[in-house]
């Protein structure tokens, strides 16, 4: 998966930007009200990116992203009125093994792998082309809702980065070089991709899908911080607070 985020990075624009887009199944309309919504533990990463552009990953950032990212799905889904769980550990969820939901969150991250490679790279599927969000998760993902009771399941990926100090400094010196007449070549700043998945645990479709991209050429400059409370709410308002029913996302879609 860590390839597929990083070629989805690459494809933002050279200015900064946050970019969102969603797919949707034509009968989606988003739930509201009284549901019950299953959230598996978020599959979070943040890491520093040196000065040479590596990203090192880091336990403690990662960390601190989840726990924010945890707290403000709270907030937002609790607003919608779900009845909602987010699942810390395997081992909390009564009536399902670790094992079961372990192959669940596997096989949910094999199938959301396969709707970024061909919804957002362009690497068109032959059996998916003009066929709209066709993904399911199958016979696991109803098994899952008939022993918890749950109306939908919630994956949510999210990768950031956070410039380090060399790597501010070095893109500080490179713009100060195009005030003499001499601009360095342009090293980038962090980026941060997110993406979330909605299945429907009665029938095991993905129902709903949403990527946000956000990015900046100039190192420093952020589009929210994931370990800070405030970032980790931003992100959650623009991957899931502004979900659209499947019909008006297709004619959206057909006007571009």
């Known amino acids: 998966m860590r390839k597929v985020g990083l ?39 943040v890491g520093s990116l040196t000065t040479g552009g590596m990203v090192e990953p880091r336990a403690d950032w ?13 907030a937002q889904q609790s607003a919608r009125g779900a009845h909602m ?14 094992q079961e939901l372990a192959d669940m969150e596997r096989l949910n991250a094999a199938v959301d792998e396969s709707i970024v490679v061909h919804k957002y790279l362009g690497d068109y599927l032959p059996t998916k082309r003009g066929r709209g969000l066709d993904w399911t998760v199958g016979d696991d993902a109803v098994n899952l809702g008939r022993k918890t009771g749950y109306d939908y399941a919630l994956f949510l990926h999210a990768e950031d980065e956070v410039a380090s100090t060399g790597r501010i400094v070095l893109g500080v010196l490179g713009a100060a070089g195009c005030v003499v007449g001499f601009c360095a070549p342009n090293i980038g700043g ?13 029938t095991g479709e993905v129902v709903w899908f949403n990527v946000v991209r956000a990015g900046s050429q100039v190192p420093g400059i952020k589009f929210g911080d994931l370990r800070t409370p405030q970032g ?21 879609q057909a006007v571009r």
């Open 85 to 98: 769980l987010i699942v810390q550990h395997r081992n909390e969820l009564p009536g399902v093994s670790e």
């Open 232 to 252: 980790a709410e931003q992100m959650v308002e623009r991957l899931l607070g502004r979900m659209k029913p499947g019909l008006a996302i297709r004619r959206a």
């Open 190 to 202: 962090a980026a941060q991709l997110d993406y979330a998945s909605l299945v429907d645990l009665k």
């Open 7 to 45: 070629a989805l990075a690459l494809t933002l624009g050279l200015g900064g930007c946050v970019e969102t887009r969603q797919f949707a199944d034509a009968q989606f309309e988003p739930p509201q009200g009284d549901y019950k919504l299953l959230v598996l533990r978020p599959d979070v990463t």
């Open 62 to 74: 990662t960390d601190q992203a989840r726990a924010s990212i945890t707290t403000a799905l709270q």
